[in-house]
């Protein structure tokens, strides 16, 4: 049985979670990174027509633990690729609640 609060307060966290790096002064608030594209040598340059791959914050996750033994386990898509291969936002989240062993 999930909460009422429970929703709420993870749906708080996640927003917190989803603040973006937008400059230095940002760091202190960051727990999302924008995709970045990566070539095969993070190092160098990606190359004309080089296979891109991405870095950056795929998904957040916030567990709620209630003193009566009952968890809450949702993970949201921050991003995710297209059927292009390009980074887009993600739209789905996944939540699963149950009763901690020993409750």
């Known amino acids: 049985m999930t909460h ?3 929703q709420s307060v993870s749906a708080r966290l996640m927003r917190r979670q989803s603040i973006p790096l937008n400059s230095l002064t940002d ?3 960051c727990t999302c990174l924008h995709p970045v594209p990566l070539g095969a040598n993070p ?8 296979k891109r791959r991405w870095y ?11 003193d009566d033994g009952e968890v809450t386990f949702v993970e949201r898509d921050i991003f995710v ?5 390009e ?8 939540r699963f609640t149950f009763t901690a062993e020993g409750h």
């Open 56 to 66: 950056g914050t795929r998904v957040t996750t916030v567990i709620l633990v209630r």
């Open 87 to 94: 980074a887009i936002r993600g739209r789905d989240e996944r």
């Open 43 to 50: 190092d160098a340059a990606i190359q004309d027509g080089e």
């Open 81 to 85: 690729q297209d059927g292009q291969g």
């Open 4 to 6: 009422r609060g429970d």
């Open 27 to 29: 760091l202190s608030d």
